[in-house]
């Protein structure tokens, strides 16, 4: 047996460990939750409680491009569920970015980016998991339907002053359940979209067009994330409560 053949039979058992300490790294790099950096700075950048600079975005649109390509590439059934929330909302907020961008500067609405046969949220542009969806199918296949959980009306923006604000940074599947409890907070306390005058609670007309979502319980819902006096009235007076729908403002949530 030559001294080459020795060595590697003698070296078997190092080889096949480092081989494996290979496929855990390759595993984990497939697994682990997109990095959400880019948008992140982006957010900071360009959204000031809500009012989003589509001008700033606009002069980085490449950056905004990259992090969709990057989203792309992630194989969505590999994360963990509140990474799989996580990712699926970002990326509907992000794309909704772009969607606006396409149109900018000449967008007014969001609607304006429609046609009489189709709506935005109906274009199929957005690419996720080796398929082009629509909106519509991240919010209405996928995060209503397979996470259940109504705070998802706060955490996707459509792009209007009447949809909840777009939130300041991305979701993250590590503090998902924080965030989005700050986000209904911060939608739910906010006067401009719901307010109690006298025995009538108005509330936004989110809580009209998904009423299943909150259990057709929009009081209760409500008063769960409310604070203050507005909290303290509506447990006092629930039961002898109206509830009335605002108006949508589908015009352009930028400055």
């Avoid at 990057?70 to 970002?90: G, H, I, M, Q």
């Avoid at 005058?197 to 998904?210: A, C, D, G, M, P």
């Amino acid at each position: 047996m030559s001294a080459n053949k020795n060595y590697a039979t003698a070296n078997r058992p190092l080889l096949g460990i480092v081989i494996a300490a290979l496929v855990l790294l390759w595993s984990a790099s497939a697994w682990a939750a997109p990095e959400h950096r880019v948008f992140a700075e982006l957010l900071t950048k360009y959204n000031r409680n809500g009012v989003v600079d589509y001008a700033g975005f606009k002069k980085e649109e490449a950056r905004l491009d990259a992090y969709l390509d990057e989203l792309a590439k992630v194989k969505p059934d590999t994360l963990s569920r509140n990474d799989r929330f996580a990712f699926y909302t970002n990326a509907y907020n992000a794309w909704t970015i772009k969607l606006i961008l396409s149109g900018y500067p000449g967008v007014k609405s969001i609607k304006d980016l429609g046609s009489f046969f189709k709506s935005p949220w109906k274009k199929e542009f957005v690419r996720l998991g080796g398929e082009v969806i629509t909106l519509d199918a991240i919010e209405h296949d996928i995060l209503r339907p397979k996470f259940k959980d109504p705070r998802v009306h706060v955490a996707v923006n459509c792009a209007s002053k009447s949809c909840p604000s777009l939130w300041g940074e991305p979701f993250i599947g590590s503090r998902l359940d924080a965030q989005l409890n700050a986000a209904t907070r911060a939608f739910i306390n906010n006067p401009k979209f719901n307010r109690l005058e006298n025995n009538t609670l108005y509330v936004s007309r989110i809580f009209k067009w998904f009423s299943e979502d909150f259990n057709d319980d929009i009081i209760g819902f409500v008063e769960q994330y409310a604070s203050g006096e507005l909290k303290n009235t509506l447990t006092a007076r629930r039961s002898s409560l109206e509830v009335e729908y605002l108006d949508y403002d589908w015009s352009l949530n930028g400055n």
